[in-house]
């Protein structure tokens, strides 16, 4: 077997929209341009992501496979592998280790999100364009807004901005100023895989059509 060159990992992103939950956003969601991209250091591969990896100079172990629902990827040689909460570079060193301990003395090995099916964030109320975007990485709550083109105009209630998130399985509902977020008096909190923005104004019916059915009756009338 051919010893390669030390190894140096590659990380990449490739941002895919995620597909909206049923009753959500009916109006169609635009790409998430404007998120940060990730990096190896802090994006978190989810189960369906769908993973392109690349062994250098070794064409029979490319694949691109998708996380399955247990959070584990089926690779020829390794086998199943957990790959479900790891970043990039973990996933990377660990499949790496494997394929040197039996198969290859020094391997290179690349590993891109192709599709990411789990990190991603509602944004809806009076924003201009609500949907379901991709978190590409870290994205505070500002970020997440101007993903769905920022507050829909005098509609919006900019100092009342509802921040969903699960712990637990239970929702927890913060509120925020976007004002203030924007003059620094307070922090712009960071979001989420699967949390859910709300930016308070007229579409109230709307909302509680397409959210009534993901958050608790409670909280989202608290949240308009």
Known sequence: MRAFKPVILVAMIGLGLAQAPHGLAKEPAVAAAAVVPATASDYRIGAYDVIDIDVFEINDLHREVQVDGAGR???????PVQAQGLTIAQLSDDLREKLEAKYVNSAKVTVQVKQSQSQHVTVDGAVTSPGVYTLGGHTT???AIAMAQGPAGADANVHKVSLFHTVDSRWIRSEYDLAKIRNGQVEDPVV????VV?????RKQRILQDLGAVLPMVMLLGAL
Do not use: F, H, N, R
């Open 73 to 79: 990827i089926l690779l020829p040689l390794i086998g």
């Open 192 to 195: 989420e895989g699967k949390d």
């Open 198 to 202: 709300i930016v308070a104004g007229s």
């Open 141 to 143: 709550l500002l970020q």
